[in-house]
């Protein structure tokens, strides 16, 4: 069990990485570039300026991957404050099309809410890595408070989608700290109560999104027309998918938003059920890999921190998985390590390194 | 400053430890083992759904497949049809009557329009339309049932080429390839040809049969018809098409079937000739085969430009023709009915001698009027001194009314209305086009049916001189003109010669359309006599007054049908002057051809529509049988 790592020699080790975990993931991107190649039309400058953000997410992951956990956990507040900070200047000084998500820096452009997806579940473990478990009512509330205020700042953007992700990746955590039974029974009772004050702050858009997943053939060509679009490119798939290269619905635009929110829907059209349920096996291996790390990790810290980003990816598949086989409503998020994008594919190696880090550092447990 | 710091950190912890002893409140090996049991359920719960994402994904994907698969080939696969290309219509001697030709138009489809005020400001940037063509443009966006505006008729593609640099202005303006009509006579064959138009509802339960993508219809006249010969088979191109309804790929063609081409037993010289008889006046003229039934002219005026119609005509233009008082819409030598005035009196001389109500060489005295039992007023002849002595031969030739009220009295309106239904009053001819008209062969039942009133002896005498309720058809009256000249023998009357179908020509079926009635030849020859009479017996001829035509010996009949009964020229106005008639045939031995005139208000059948029947006849056999000679 106590291991050191660097016993054993070769690339993987002396870059502290996590090669099964990196195989499983290398497999889902060779996957997604594979399809974006397809649905672009083949065109490779796609691909490639795809291929050069999957290799800034890796050279963060691998970096973070270097970095002692014990650093992420005293400099968590820091970078919890600071992400705040950015938030409240985003009010301010937010750039955007729809909604005001950008900080403009003049040379570089970068959305502070991504930044919160990993800064939560950063602050909630380190809160929680020195109090006793599962914590008491006044440690829990405080946890609650720190997931709430940057969520409100967040779904001010207006952005409800990161928000509800962010509030969820905290409420994972919390979960994985461990809960009394009659904190949960608290705790939903205070959700339920919170769910009309939340829909009176909802904007009109959010609303009919909202609205629309519940009955989607009412409006085909408004805000149900995606959904529409997807299910018919899923279902036209069949069992073994039209074959690559000859998706009608993704390269003929039927489907909207192909190559980012909905590649999922443009890769199960050419791979067919087959192919579906092997990336789905992918990402619940990717978290059975996080989830064996985070039980073997050797304080509570890297435990809830692990278990916490390895759910919180699995949640961004589940959440873009649902929406766009119409499990849950549109709400544009990406597919991770598959949806083209840098952001998000920046957040998610991330978020990798960070686990590849406790996972490397295990020997370092005290006692 | 940084030791002193971390100082105070380890001095706070210390005291923090020794207040709740690390172990409590921090056990590792408790922390693992239920971090473990929580581990475990996220994953199982991840599991669980996991396959209730693929379960649910199962369903779209497998369950209904099939579904979805018609919905993703209904989104990219557009079938568009090819129109066929119409057949022509020739006359007899492949003259060019209708043509179909391409052209190549300007348009917008109304569906990419969005701004119609910015489109207009573009579009005339680009064309530099003046105000006439923009109100003309605007017109079109106001009319709903146009799918598109047209921009430009009848361009090169050389000239949209040099438009095309303005495309960026006006992205929404495309080039089509119309197949259209041209009606190279439009007026004269107005009412034979008919005209074509966009499809509309009113065709949807007709005897036309439909085919999917057909736009255009024959609406009357031949066009319509034989819609189903001319129309040929549309084709389609089934085409894949992206999100933007751009077309991506031709996945499959099938081309079109060119319609078969008509010739038409029309003479289209004499055709024009005829028309042009009836200038500034309104009839009919129908010149016709009497052996085989072959129609050379068939002439309603006046005729309107069947051109305008063809790509929908305008409301202006339709108004105009609508309210024009000659109503050129009006298809007279089909539907028009008139009373066959004394044209009716060879016809009934025919079927009384040949039922020997009277005999040939019977004379009757005609002082000017006939005295009926009961009637104060008297029936008058047209001539107010009377004919003399007159038989029937000469009650013909100087359409004596007082012989044919007698002969009315005697014969009664049981007989006139039984006999005389075989020259085909009263019905159909069944002529090659549609909305043909019936007539009136007035009978006792026909009276006690439509006016509740029981028949009157002095009504029977009106019928005598086809007068009173009496009506016929021009064409009817054409008809019933060609069984006296062949005897008896003839083909249903009829605008079709053959069609052509890849080289193959297709007949008139002549042996399917024979009529035959009996005729008695003795009596023939006595009525076909007084017809000759009529024109050549210069005492007595009521046409005797015509310039012959030199080498062909011709007969015929006058007719004046009277309009409402008033005195002539008493009222003045024209719209109720007589129906002027003639029919006639040539040669008078061996008839080629019959001819039927009718002017509309024309006045005497003597003085107007016997003439116009002399010149047709002069023309055909001086011009038309030379230049068919000479073929």
């Not at chain 1, 609650?144 to 989608?161: E, T, Y």
């Not at chain 1, 509030?167 to 039974?181: C, D, V």
């Not at chain 1, 435990?303 to 990816?313: A, D, E, H, K, V």
């Not at chain 2, 109500?357 to 001539?383: A, H, M, Q, T, V």
């Amino acid at each position: 069990m106590n291991y050191d790592s660097t016993q054993f020699g070769g690339f993987s080790s002396l870059f502290k990485l996590d090669v099964k975990l990196l195989t499983i993931v290398m497999s889902i991107v060779i996957i997604g570039l594979t399809t974006l190649y397809s649905v672009s039309n083949g065109d490779i400058n796609l691909v490639i300026k795809q291929i050069v953000r999957i290799l800034i997410g890796m050279s963060a992951m691998v970096f973070l991957a270097q970095i002692h956990p014990d650093n992420f956990r005293l400099f968590s507040p820091v970078l919890y404050s600071i992400g705040i900070l950015l938030l409240i200047l985003t009010i301010f000084f937010g750039v955007g099309k729809s909604a005001d998500r950008w900080l403009d820096f003049y040379f570089f452009r970068f959305q502070p809410s991504e930044l919160m997806k990993l800064f939560v579940p950063l602050m909630i473990a380190s809160f929680y890595s020195d109090k006793s478990l599962p914590p008491r009512l006044k440690n829990l509330v405080i946890a609650v408070v720190i997931i709430i205020a940057p969520a409100i700042l967040i779904a001010k953007q207006p952005d409800l989608g990161t928000a509800i992700l962010i509030t969820s990746s905290g409420i994972i955590a919390i979960l994985l700290s461990g809960i009394k039974l009659s904190h949960i029974f608290l705790g939903s009772a205070v959700a339920i109560g919170a769910i009309p004050l939340l829909w009176s702050f909802m904007y009109d858009y959010q609303k009919s999104r909202i609205l629309s997943f519940f009955s989607p053939n009412q409006d085909v060509l408004g805000s149900g027309y995606h959904l529409a679009q997807s299910k018919i490119a899923l279902g036209s798939g069949g069992m073994f998918g039209k074959g690559y290269n000859n998706g009608t619905q993704s390269k003929l635009d039927f489907l909207p938003e192909n190559h980012t929110d909905f590649i999922f829907s443009a890769f199960g059209e050419e791979f067919g059920f087959v192919g579906v349920s092997i990336l789905v096996i992918l990402y619940v291996l990717v978290v059975f890999r996080g989830m064996s790390i985070s039980i073997k990790a050797t304080d509570n810290f890297s435990r809830i921190l692990s278990g916490t980003l390895i759910l919180t990816i699995f949640l961004y598949v589940l959440v873009n998985i649902g929406m766009v086989v119409g499990i849950l409503p549109v709400v544009g998020a990406p597919l991770p390590f598959m949806s083209y994008g840098g952001t998000s594919m920046l957040t998610v190696f991330a978020a990798l390194g960070i686990i590849m880090s406790i996972k490397s550092h295990q020997r370092l447990m005290r006692k | 400053m940084v030791s002193k710091y971390r100082n105070e950190t380890i001095r706070k912890k210390r005291r923090f430890e020794e207040k709740t002893s690390w172990e409590e409140i921090n056990n590792p090996i408790k922390d693992r083992a239920s971090h473990k049991v929580r581990a475990l359920f996220a994953v199982a719960a991840v599991s669980i759904i996991a396959a209730f994402y693929l379960s649910h994904i199962y369903n779209i994907q497998i369950t209904n497949h099939e579904l979805y698969t018609v919905k993703s080939e209904d989104n990219r696969i557009r079938i568009r049809p090819i129109e066929p290309i119409r057949g022509n219509i020739y006359d007899r001697n492949g003259t060019v009557l209708a043509e179909s030709f391409d052209t190549f138009d300007i348009i917008a489809k109304k569906e990419n329009i969005k701004s119609v005020d910015n489109f207009l400001i573009n579009a005339n940037k680009v064309f530099k339309f003046n105000s006439d063509q923009i109100n003309e443009i605007k017109s079109q966006f106001s009319n709903k049932k146009l799918k598109e505006v047209t921009l430009k008729n009848n361009t090169t593609i050389e000239e949209f080429t040099k438009l095309s640099v303005d495309q960026y202005l006006l992205p929404e303006m495309e080039l089509i390839i119309k197949s259209n009509r041209r009606y190279i006579y439009p007026e004269a064959t107005s009412h034979l040809l008919g005209y074509t138009g966009k499809l509309s509802e009113n065709d949807l339960d007709s005897v036309i049969k439909l085919k999917d993508g057909m736009t255009s219809v024959g609406k009357t006249g031949i066009e319509r018809f034989y819609q189903n010969l001319l129309s040929g088979t549309p084709g389609y191109e089934k085409l894949e098409t992206n999100a933007n309804n751009e077309i991506i790929r031709v996945l499959e063609k099938k081309p079109a079937l060119k319609g078969q081409d008509i010739f038409l037993t029309i003479d289209a010289n004499l055709q024009k000739f005829s028309y042009g008889l009836l200038k500034n006046k309104k009839g009919s003229i129908i010149i016709m085969n009497p052996k085989n039934g072959d129609i050379l002219a068939f002439v309603s005026h006046p005729g309107f430009d069947n051109n305008l119609f063809v790509n929908g005509i305008s409301s202006k233009d339709y108004k105009k023709l609508l309210n024009d008082k000659a109503r050129p819409l009006f298809n007279r030598a089909l539907t028009g009915q008139y009373p066959p005035g004394s044209t009716l009196k060879p016809f009934f001389g025919l079927v009384a001698l040949e039922d020997s109500i009277i005999d040939k060489s019977k004379y009757i005295g005609c002082s000017g009027e006939y005295k009926l039992k009961n009637y104060k007023r008297p029936f008058k002849c047209w001539k107010k001194d009377g004919h003399k002595d007159v038989n029937l031969s000469s009650a013909v030739a100087g359409s004596c009314d007082v012989f044919f009220y007698d002969l009315a009295k005697i014969s009664g309106i049981d007989f006139m209305h039984e006999k005389l239904k075989k020259f085909g009053f009263g019905e159909k001819t069944f002529i090659d086009l549609y909305g043909e008209k019936l007539g009136l062969l007035p009978s006792r039942e026909w009276k006690n049916q439509s006016r509740q009133a029981p028949w009157y002896p002095g009504e029977t005498l009106n019928i005598g001189i086809g007068q009173g309720y009496f009506l016929v058809t021009p064409i009817q009256l054409a008809n019933a003109t060609a069984l006296l000249a062949s005897g008896g023998e003839s083909i249903t009357p009829h605008l079709f010669l053959m069609s052509m179908n890849n080289n193959k020509a297709e007949q008139y079926g002549y042996n399917e359309n024979k009529i035959k009635i009996d005729i008695d030849h003795d009596s023939l020859h006595v009525v076909n006599e007084s017809m000759w009479r009529v024109v050549y017996d210069k005492k007595i001829g009521t046409a005797s007054h015509l310039k012959e035509i030199e080498g062909v010996e011709f007969a015929g009949k006058t007719g004046t049908a009277q309009v409402y009964n008033l005195d002539k020229g008493k009222t003045g106005k024209k719209s109720l002057q007589d129906h002027a008639l003639f029919i006639s045939f040539a040669p008078f031995e061996n008839p080629e051809i019959v001819v039927s005139v009718i002017v509309d208000n024309g006045g005497s059948g003597s003085a107007v529509a016997a003439p116009i029947a002399r010149d047709v006849m002069n023309f055909y056999f001086k011009k038309i049988k030379k230049q068919v000679a000479a073929r």
